[in-house]
């Protein structure tokens, strides 16, 4: 199973980019499904999450400006992300928490994460 995550780069503050990220491979299902983001000095943080419920969830820090959505048809998501600042600047993690496709039967596999993809915002 891969998470193929594009769209990062480089913006100035006030700018905006877009993030799109695709689940590919045996998967049964996907319970939860978003972006987390890695800055400097800070650990790894959910920033938009579709939980297991559908519902939204943002990071207060990302609140009003980032945008999640999805296609559950073809198990993306994209992280519309406006009125970039500094401290946005830092790698973009897509994840989810999904069932994988055994042999056996669906084996569940929380905290999936793919590889990053970098987003440097400049004052």
């Known amino acids: 199973v891969q998470l193929q995550a594009s769209g990062g780069g480089s913006v100035q503050a006030g700018g905006s980019l877009r993030l799109s990220c695709t689940a590919n491979g045996k998967i049964a299902s996907i319970n939860s499904m978003g972006w987390g983001r890695r800055t400097p000095g800070k650990s790894r943080e959910l920033i938009a999450t579709?939980?297991?419920?559908?519902?939204?969830v943002y990071a207060d820090s990302v609140k009003g400006r980032f945008t999640i959505s999805r296609d559950r048809a073809k198990n993306m998501v994209d992280l519309q992300m406006r009125s970039l600042k500094p401290e946005d600047t830092g790698t973009y993690y897509c994840?989810?928490?999904?069932?994988?496709?055994?042999?056996?039967?669906?084996?569940?596999?929380?905290?999936?994460w793919g590889l990053g993809t970098q987003v440097t915002v400049s004052s």
């Open positions: 579709f939980n297991t419920d559908g519902n939204i």
């Open positions: 994840h989810m928490d999904f069932y994988y496709d055994d042999v056996d039967g669906p084996s569940p596999f929380p905290h999936y």
